[in-house]
């Protein structure tokens, strides 16, 4: 005892002579001295601090020693405030929080690519796997939601330009815990896989990992079964310059061998449809190559794989009508991306088949970071949409309904202005209104329908009513980024109704994580180029902008510091009056 008195007091001294902890305590609550605390504080590889309860992270770009078995303990059952900020303090805070009231909670981990969420959520599920009680049944379904990480990153994750191992799918993963507080399970829901990587990655990215790896990680005997060579330039789907990968499916994957070889024959059809080449002076577009393997791994004969990937059904009127395919080439690429994202699906299916156990649970939602390239996929749109509905969320759960409560309450309050972003959410996914709208409406139209006459219909409705509308409150910000997105709308009319499915899985998704406690962590991202030790003052200023961090801070810093709804703050103290005072049941 004597030496962990000593050791938290000695940390906490340390600590406190670099910048402070929690911004709340920040002498000036300036853009310029919250900057330069993060700055201080991130020279001494602090990357954690507090705003309240929230928890800012930098990104370090390098290995620290802070998250070892030591730490771990230290954090264990210890009130939030009393050591230094750390992962683990909101982790355990967040489990205790959902033992004493019995109730749901999730973490929301945000920020822009590469600005650290998925090694954050990583962090926060080792931390359970070490701190919850379990048995041996649970160890196991613990270890498979821990490898779970492994095998959904291998064929989710992609080396991008802004990181090297981007989440390319959205994750929500409750884990579930029983009323002793025991880890019992585990549940993922997966948000739309960017599968326009199975066929094609911008200059200086490269396809998911799982092709590398298993290309350059498989044994001889199963290449050669499926019909594979060791060369990635072998595959006109794997272009890129390509690393060494690592097989990570290990003797303790929770899958049998045979499981595992139709995943594998499943992945090699699609690097094998990749190379499939078709005669463009043949009307037909007979296939060129040799195709043995790939007819073999999808279980079909050489006329149907001619047929299937050279003619296509469409509906007009009530008849059905084959037309000739021409382009033969988008065919066999849309074929690889619903066989892989099928594939994706499948597999997070079979993770929850063997994990899911459900009692109160807390929730990590860990979804790909916003973006902007020079030229945006319908994917990255969905992604950066995804972003505005989350931050909707925390404005919703935070800024506004904190400021809400307290003029309801009829306290003195002085209102903090913040930037609303209901707007672009609206002009995204409002009824009949909304970018997606239009988009379903102009895709079901009969007659002509091409990205033209889409984009016609886009710049009538929107530029002329919402877009002037915009101006005439000097927007000029919000101007610019929805001119970017025309670029993007171009490619829309190939996603027919994708992005209204996307639109109610996030609205479910909002809906699922208001009925829990939320609790906030918020990513930054140091630098472009992936450097420890590079703080890049502008480009952290910009993220603490347009992730309402200021705004954040002086709502936290004129409120309650302390807030808990009147129904569980009885709960919990009627409870513990219970147990020591039996009589005050009569
Ligand atoms: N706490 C940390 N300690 C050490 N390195 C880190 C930490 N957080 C992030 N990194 C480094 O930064 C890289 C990018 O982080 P991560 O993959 O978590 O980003 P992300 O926000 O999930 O990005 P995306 O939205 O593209 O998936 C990691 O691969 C790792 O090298």
New binding site residues.
């Given amino acids: 005892f004597f030496f962990t008195v000593k050791f938290m007091d000695g940390a906490l001294t340390a600590r406190d002579r670099v910048g402070i902890q929690d911004f709340v305590l920040l002498e000036e609550t300036n853009e310029a001295a919250f900057i330069s605390n993060l700055k201080k504080r991130y020279s001494k590889d602090l990357?954690y601090t507090y705003i309240g309860t929230l928890l800012v992270?930098v990104?370090?770009?390098?290995?620290?020693d802070i998250y070892n078995k030591k730490q771990m303990d230290t954090y264990m059952g210890v009130n939030f405030f009393e050591l230094p900020p750390h992962i683990y303090a909101l982790a355990d805070n967040a489990y205790h929080t959902m033992l004493t009231e019995f109730n749901n909670h999730f973490i929301l981990i945000s920020?822009?690519?590469?600005?650290?969420?998925?090694?954050?959520s990583k962090?926060i599920l080792q931390f359970y796997s070490v701190s919850c009680p379990s048995t041996t049944l649970m160890s196991t379904v613990r270890d498979k939601m821990l490898m779970s990480n492994p095998v959904l990153e291998a064929f989710g994750?992609a080396k991008?330009l802004?990181?090297?191992?981007?989440?390319r799918f959205g994750k929500y993963m409750d884990i579930q815990f029983d009323s002793q507080g025991d880890a019992v399970g585990g549940h993922i829901l997966n948000y739309l896989l960017e599968k326009s990587r199975v066929v094609h990655q911008n200059h200086g990215e490269r396809n998911f990992h799982i092709f590398y790896q298993l290309v350059e990680g498989a044994s001889d005997s199963l290449l050669q079964q499926l019909g594979l060579e060791r060369d990635c330039q072998h595959y006109n789907y794997l272009t890129q310059v390509c690393m060494v990968w690592f097989l990570i499916f290990s003797k303790k994957t929770c899958w049998n061998k045979k499981i595992l070889t139709h995943l594998f024959e499943v992945v090699a059809s699609v690097l094998h449809l990749g190379n499939v080449q078709f005669d463009t002076d043949n009307r037909d577009r007979a296939l060129l190559n040799d195709n043995t393997e790939l007819q073999w791994l999808l279980g079909v004969d050489a006329h149907s794989l001619q047929e299937e990937l050279t003619f296509r059904k469409i509906e007009a009127k009530q008849e059905q009508v084959h037309t000739h395919l021409n382009h033969a080439i988008y065919g066999r690429d849309a074929l690889a991306k619903a066989i892989y994202g099928q594939t994706f699906t499948w597999l997070v299916h079979r993770i929850n088949d063997s994990t899911e156990n459900k009692k109160t649970v807390i929730g990590l939602l860990?979804i790909?970071?916003f973006e902007v390239f020079y030229v945006n996929s319908f994917e990255q749109f969905c992604i950066n949409y995804c972003n505005e509905k989350l931050q909707q969320l925390f404005i919703q759960l935070t800024l506004k309904a904190e400021q809400d409560e307290y003029e309801a309450e009829g306290i003195e309050w002085e209102p903090v202005q913040f930037f609303n972003n209901k707007i672009i959410c609206d002009l995204v996914e409002e009824k009949h209104r909304g970018i997606i709208s239009l988009l379903d409406e102009e895709c079901l139209r009969p007659g002509d329908v091409t990205d033209l006459t889409f984009l016609e219909r886009f710049v009538l409705t929107f530029f002329f009513f919402y877009i002037l509308g915009f101006l005439d409150k000097n927007n000029d910000l919000f101007l610019i980024s929805h001119l970017d997105q025309l670029q993007v709308i171009m490619t829309f009319m190939l996603y027919l109704q994708v992005a209204t499915q996307f639109k109610s899985s996030l609205l479910k998704l909002t809906e699922m994580l208001m009925a829990k406690q939320a609790w906030y962590i918020r990513?930054l991202k140091s630098n472009e180029s992936?450097q420890p030790g590079q703080f890049d003052e502008a480009l952290i200023r910009h993220q603490v902008k347009y992730l309402g961090l200021m705004e954040h801070l002086r709502v936290r810093r004129a409120g309650f510091a302390y807030r808990r709804k009147y129904e569980d703050f009885l709960k919990r103290y009627l409870n513990s009056a219970l147990v020591r005072h039996e009589y005050l049941l009569d």
């Fill in positions: 990357i992270s990104n370090p770009y390098k290995e620290l920020g822009e690519s590469g600005a650290g969420k998925t090694e954050a962090k994750n991008t802004k990181n090297n191992n981007s989440s860990d790909y970071g990513c992936k």
